[in-house]
């Protein structure tokens, strides 16, 4: 290998800190070790790779054996792909992003290694690829299944993710986990999915102005009715609360006896106010509204342990 010059000379791939190099500088060393590319080249090169293969390949062209530039080697072909915010991730880089996302183990791990994207770029990254897929269900599925994950853990990861996210204050980012849920379920609503992370981490307020935002023809599975009825209701809307209860009872026909006193209250306030004629204009007492915020994060205990317990079951419905 010729005399290194430059940064390269200095570098020590026990101490990487590519993330101070500017892009000539990484060019450079990258040169100098028989690799010739630039941004137009890169992004055309790596379009349609894993991070994995890019790598090797330019191990390879760069016929290196000194372990210490081929640490560089590699390290450069995920920088310049974060850098250079190549829309395309490698289904590799993709899984390992996802797994940051939602686990928070592997985030610290990974954070404390390298730079990582925002959540909203992996985010950002995941909708990219999802927009070409067939399935994306199945798709998620097979990015969850190269980190060693069993595809049903992954939406109640994601969930619990939201709920973290969601006590930190960081909204948004708990709105755009719901959208991914509803999305790639290909049912539920991301405003459910929403409130129950809310419920979870305590916003109850949030969570109720959430679930008034469900419309009546969203595809609402087992748990998930029953807590917008109750969050419904503890909104003062008697009307919908009733709508989404009615729904859960027929669908789940949990019985009287197996209702916490708090889920009966509401229950009793509904039967009550429909035998009144279903006065709309008489407003929901406090007490009863109190019952319902109880109800509610009773009923988002459940159905988030459904979730995130068994996953999809056949044909793709929730149990």
Not at 88 to 101: I, S
């Amino acid at each position: 290998m010729a005399a290194l010059t430059g940064r390269l000379q200095h570098w020590d791939g026990r101490q990487p800190d590519l993330r101070s190099w500017s892009d000539a500088e990484l060019l450079d060393g990258l040169a100098q070790l028989g690799i010739a590319t630039d941004r137009p080249r890169f992004t055309a090169l790596v379009a349609h790779k894993s991070q994995t293969d890019q790598e090797e390949d330019w191990l390879h062209e760069s016929g290196v054996r000194d372990e210490n530039f081929q640490v560089f080697v590699w390290l450069s072909v995920r920088e310049l792909w974060q850098r250079w915010a190549v829309p395309q991730w490698p289904l590799d880089r993709l899984a390992r992003m996802l797994a940051y996302l939602i686990d928070a183990e592997f985030a610290a791990e990974y954070a404390d290694q390298l730079h990582a994207p925002t959540a909203l770029e992996v985010f950002d990254a995941l909708d990219v690829w999802l927009a070409v897929q067939d399935d994306a269900r199945a798709a998620v599925d097979g990015l969850v299944e190269q980190l060693g994950m069993p595809p049903q853990a992954w939406p109640g990861k994601m969930l619990d993710a939201m709920a973290q996210w969601a006590e930190v204050g960081n909204l948004p980012l708990t709105l755009r986990g719901g959208a991914f849920l509803a999305h790639v379920l290909g049912h539920g609503h991301a405003q459910i999915f929403v409130a129950t992370a809310l419920v979870s981490a305590r916003m109850l307020d949030r969570a109720v102005a959430a679930a008034l935002e469900v419309p009546m023809d969203a595809d609402l599975r087992h748990g998930f009715e029953e807590l917008c009825g109750h969050l419904c209701l503890a909104a003062g809307d008697p009307v919908l609360a009733d709508f989404w209860l009615i729904r859960a009872q027929k669908n789940d026909g949990t019985r009287a006896a197996e209702r916490t006193f708090a889920a009966e209250t509401v229950q009793n306030y509904l039967k009550t106010w429909r035998e009144s004629g279903r006065a709309e204009t008489t407003p929901v007492p406090d007490v009863q509204k109190a019952a319902a915020r109880q109800a509610a994060a009773q009923s988002a205990y459940y159905a988030w342990m459904a979730f995130a317990g068994e996953g999809l079951g056949p044909g793709g419905i929730v149990v």
